[in-house]
């Protein structure tokens, strides 16, 4: 190819553009007619022309006029044609090889600018993509964060930690999420409905939290934000843009959280969702926090109540045997001496003179006691007449001079109503051993005053060997116990569980019933605490527990029976794996077997007992919590144990209708199961008023499954009679 063509070349390539520029096809063209001396040159697409190689053709170029010589050349294989026309003189070989060599490099430009078009094109999509994605990881984040803020407050909520620290967790919340200054959370002043106290706050300088401490509703914060209960923003505010959202508890606003910052823009629709979700979170921890409160008030009430005596408000015979054997695990470090006080022919006289002076000679007595003794000591009433003195650090000698003077302070006149009457007291004293039991020497001491009244009343005597001999007398059950396992002597009672308000039987308890050789049929009350006591507790209770499988394989349509195992029995490490053999071999479903429990299984902290309630519901047995509310009840323990219901305890249930403490702490435990998810069970129902007392109580908490037990609704029968007899009916009629 001659020189001249190849510098043309290179001079189109320049003319059609390095990569990174525009396609410039008219230039080249120019660039190819000058070269050639030629009026024109064009691009024509052929397919649109009048003939082959005819016509005008369609396209653009360079040059203009009439031409008698006219070369064209194939653009690669489209169908476009590069053609060029000149009047002087026709064209040369080399001039046509020149022709198609512009050609094919017009192809290739066309094709590279294409190729650049789409690449960057593409790459435009790509960072639009990148961008958007950009966008949306930084809104995910933000949206996590806030649920992991959320979810924060919520464990401390359901932690019961102090509702102090959960609050400062929501305005520290607020602060870090929005990316602000200033949060603050006040409460309606219940003392002054137009004033919001400030009660948590973050970002606010100590002076200024100090100055704005209380506010009045209006200033800083506006009134809808209370009246109407809803989020408000407000620009400028001493300037500050504010933005305040509603804390609203059972559908009244109580407070508000708010936020401040020196911003001019408005706070985004996110930043308004992010405040009103924390302001949630502080009425739901507010919420929990009064219906914490309320059900522990509640329940130490009650409690104090079941601890101690109504009438001289002493401590009851429970809290005095717990209070002993306190006392007697460091008996071998501080002497404990109990004196056992019981008044002389107090009986007599409450017959005579009324039960009122009776009730007040009683009240007197346990007053003149709580006097009379030190600090340290304590000083019970058992039952009747009956009282109780506990001394810490005092020997049996001092006991002895110890009785005297109570004596002295008890003989004083009691007057009444212009009634005067003197009563002595015999006493009664036992110092206890490391290894003897709190009812041992209570029943000790109790021994020593009956024999004191026994050589002429108004005596002291001490517990000695002689009263030893008697007391090894009782010790005989134990080993008609012992007897009584080896032979089963052992049987299963079922008394029926039923739905309210259907009363349809929906289960069984199991209850123990002990046929002695001798004593005939006794109940739990005459022989568990000796079980106890002896420690073969978990015998009997494995005895029942195979008695109610073997009931169940035998009877496919019986209802679930409940069984009530002791703490010694359910802390047993071997129980899970024993009864998971007992059910694989009867062949009996596990949803068919509940387990009764006091609430002692719950207070074991090493987690052992938790552990063990996860293992037996892993199993399909069903847990349930029995006497709720007379032990050591605690919604921190309820929500560690993975239980199924509670039984509210028959000294509730027996007072409904009479005793508004009783339908408080009734109402408490049906808010409760509602919380936890928990089914209540009733226990010692034994007529249709307290039927009706239930019923109107558990109206007011839906979602709540409700279930009676109790005489009303069947005695308990041996077990065998009761399932072969069952049928699916109601078993007791309203009456």
């Known amino acids: 190819m001659a020189s001249w063509s190849l510098l043309s070349l290179s001079s189109l390539l320049s003319d059609l553009g390095e990569p990174e520029s525009t396609f410039e096809l008219s230039a080249a063209l120019d660039r190819v007619a000058t070269t050639l001396d030629a009026e024109f040159a064009i691009v024509v697409d052929s397919s649109r022309a009048d003939g082959p190689g005819q016509g005008p053709g369609h396209g653009f170029g360079a040059g203009s006029g009439p031409s008698t010589h006219v070369v064209s050349a194939n653009i690669d294989d489209t169908a476009d044609s590069l053609v060029i026309g000149r009047s002087e003189r026709d064209f040369d070989p080399d001039e046509v090889g020149f022709v198609i060599v512009v050609a094919r490099v017009i192809a290739m430009a066309q094709k590279m600018h294409a190729a650049l078009v789409a690449e960057r094109s593409a790459r435009h999509d790509l960072e639009n993509r990148v961008e958007d994605n950009r966008k949306l990881v930084g809104q995910l984040r933000e949206r996590q964060g806030l649920l992991d803020r959320l979810f924060r407050i919520q464990q401390s909520i359901s932690h019961r930690l102090p509702t102090?620290?959960?609050?400062?967790?929501?305005?520290?919340?607020?602060?870090?999420?929005?990316?602000?200054?200033?949060?603050?959370?006040?409460?309606?002043?219940?003392?002054?409905?137009?004033?919001?106290?400030?009660?948590?706050?973050?970002?606010?300088?100590?002076?200024?939290?100090?100055?704005?401490?209380?506010?009045?509703?209006?200033?800083?914060?506006?009134?809808?934000?209370?009246?109407?209960?809803?989020?408000?923003?407000?620009?400028?505010?001493?300037?500050?843009?504010?933005?305040?959202?509603?804390?609203?508890?059972?559908?009244?606003?109580?407070?508000?959280?708010s936020v401040g910052d020196p911003r001019e823009s408005y706070f985004s629709p996110p930043e308004q969702e992010a405040l009103v979700a924390l302001a949630q979170h502080a009425a739901l921890a507010l919420q929990d926090a009064r219906a914490t409160d309320a059900m522990r008030q509640a329940l130490d009430r009650e409690r104090h109540r079941a601890e101690h005596d109504s009438l001289t408000r002493l401590p009851n015979r429970a809290t005095v045997r717990r209070d002993l054997a306190e006392r007697l695990e460091r008996v071998d470090a501080e002497p404990v001496v109990v004196l056992f006080v019981d008044l002389d022919r107090f009986k007599l006289a409450n017959d005579t003179l009324g039960h009122a002076f009776g009730d007040e000679v009683l009240r007197v007595v346990g007053e003149r006691l709580r006097t009379v003794v030190r600090s340290e000591d304590l000083v019970g009433r058992l039952s009747g007449d009956e009282f109780v003195v506990i001394c810490s650090g005092m020997t049996e000698v001092g006991g002895v001079e110890f009785a005297e003077r109570l004596q002295e302070v008890i003989a004083k006149p009691v007057a009444l109503?212009?009634?005067?009457?003197?009563?002595?007291?015999?006493?009664?004293?036992?110092?206890?051993?490391?290894?003897?039991?709190?009812?041992?020497?209570?029943?000790?001491?109790?021994?020593?005053?009956?024999?004191?009244?026994?050589?002429?009343?108004?005596?002291?005597?001490?517990?000695?060997?002689?009263?030893?001999?008697?007391?090894?007398?009782?010790?005989?059950?134990?080993?008609?116990?012992?007897?009584?396992?080896?032979?089963?002597?052992?049987?299963?009672?079922?008394?029926?569980?039923?739905?309210?308000?259907?009363?349809?039987?929906?289960?069984?308890?199991?209850?123990?019933?002990?046929?002695?050789?001798?004593?005939?049929?006794?109940?739990?009350?005459?022989?568990?605490?000796?079980?106890e006591e002896l420690g073969v507790i978990a015998e009997i209770d494995r005895i029942m527990m195979s008695r109610v499988i073997k009931l169940l394989a035998a009877h496919d349509n019986a209802r679930p029976i409940a069984v009530n195992l002791s703490a010694r029995t359910f802390s047993d490490v071997a129980l899970v794996d024993w009864l998971a053999a007992e059910l694989s071999q009867s062949g009996v479903d596990a949803g068919r077997v509940v387990i009764e429990v006091t609430e002692t299984v719950l207070m074991d902290q090493s987690g052992a007992n938790a552990a063990q309630m996860s293992a037996l519901r892993d199993l399909g047995i069903r847990i349930m919590i029995d006497d709720f509310g007379t032990g050591y009840s605690s919604l921190s323990y309820l929500q560690n144990f993975e239980v199924d219901g509670v039984k509210i305890d028959r000294s509730f249930v027996g007072r409904l209708g009479e005793d508004v403490r009783a339908e408080a702490i009734v109402a408490a435990v049906f808010n409760m199961a509602r919380a936890l998810d928990f089914v209540v069970v009733a226990e010692g129902v034994e007529t249709d008023n307290q039927v009706a007392e239930l019923l109107r109580l558990h109206e007011a908490v839906p979602g709540v499954d409700l279930f009676g037990q109790g005489y009303l609704f069947g005695y308990p029968v041996v077990g065998e009679a009761r399932l072969g007899g069952f049928v699916e009916v109601p078993l007791v009629a309203s009456r």
Request: net charge negative.
């Open 417 to 531: 109503d212009g009634v005067t009457h003197v009563i002595s007291a015999s006493v009664g004293i036992a110092s206890p051993t490391a290894d003897e039991t709190a009812d041992q020497i209570l029943a000790n001491a109790d021994l020593a005053m009956y024999r004191a009244k026994q050589r002429g009343r108004s005596r002291i005597d001490v517990f000695d060997t002689e009263l030893r001999d008697q007391v090894e007398e009782r010790l005989e059950i134990g080993q008609d116990l012992r007897q009584a396992i080896d032979e089963d002597q052992f049987d299963v009672f079922l008394q029926p569980v039923v739905a309210l308000p259907t009363r349809r039987v929906t289960g069984f308890e199991a209850l123990v019933r002990w046929n002695h050789p001798t004593r005939g049929l006794l109940l739990p009350k005459a022989f568990v605490a000796f079980a």
């Open 164 to 257: 102090q620290e959960v609050l400062d967790a929501v305005t520290e919340g607020a602060t870090d999420l929005l990316g602000i200054e200033q949060a603050s959370l006040r409460l309606v002043d219940p003392e002054d409905a137009g004033s919001l106290l400030l009660v948590s706050h973050h970002g606010v300088a100590p002076e200024e939290a100090a100055r704005y401490r209380e506010l009045r509703l209006g200033d800083r914060i506006p009134p809808e934000v209370i009246t109407e209960g809803r989020l408000v923003v407000r620009y400028d505010v001493d300037g500050l843009s504010l933005m305040s959202a509603a804390v609203t508890v059972d559908g009244v606003p109580v407070g508000c959280l």
